[in-house]
């Protein structure tokens, strides 16, 4: 049997990479995240996840700082939008998480998924 396709997840810390790719698994998408924003190769997100959609979830500083005790301020931040511009440029849905609920990011994900007949697959 083929492998569903490949959902890959990218973005900042905290902005909802682990709970997007945990219920998008739990509804039977092949869905795995990529640590880019870890990486200063600008494409290891193509290289080592090789996705057939790529979604890029975003958040500013005050967003990070409400969801996760941080120690850091903008300027790391922009050092892992730097990281992540690659992704971000070549993704096939960007969705900025501030004021969503967890619940409407995976909306808008299956969403976008259904839009090019990406579907869920049952174990």
Not at 7 to 15: E, K, L, R, W
Not at 18 to 26: F, K, P, Q, S
Request: glycine letters at 6%; charged letters at 30%.
């Amino acid at each position: 049997m083929p492998e569903a396709p490949r959902v890959v997840v990218v973005g900042p810390d905290a902005a909802g990479k682990t709970e997007l790719v945990g219920r998008l698994r739990a509804l039977g998408y092949n869905a795995r995240s990529c640590a880019q924003d870890h990486s200063y190769l600008p494409d290891m997100w193509r290289r080592l996840a090789r996705p057939d959609f790529l979604v890029y979830l975003d958040a500013g500083l005050d967003a990070i700082a409400r969801r996760r005790a941080i120690d850091w301020g903008q300027e790391r931040l922009d050092k892992l939008n730097a990281r992540l511009a690659h992704a971000r440029a070549h993704c096939d849905l960007y969705l900025l998480t501030d004021d969503l609920e967890p619940s409407e990011v995976v909306d808008r994900a299956q969403a976008a998924l259904s839009e090019v007949g990406i579907v869920p697959h049952p174990d």
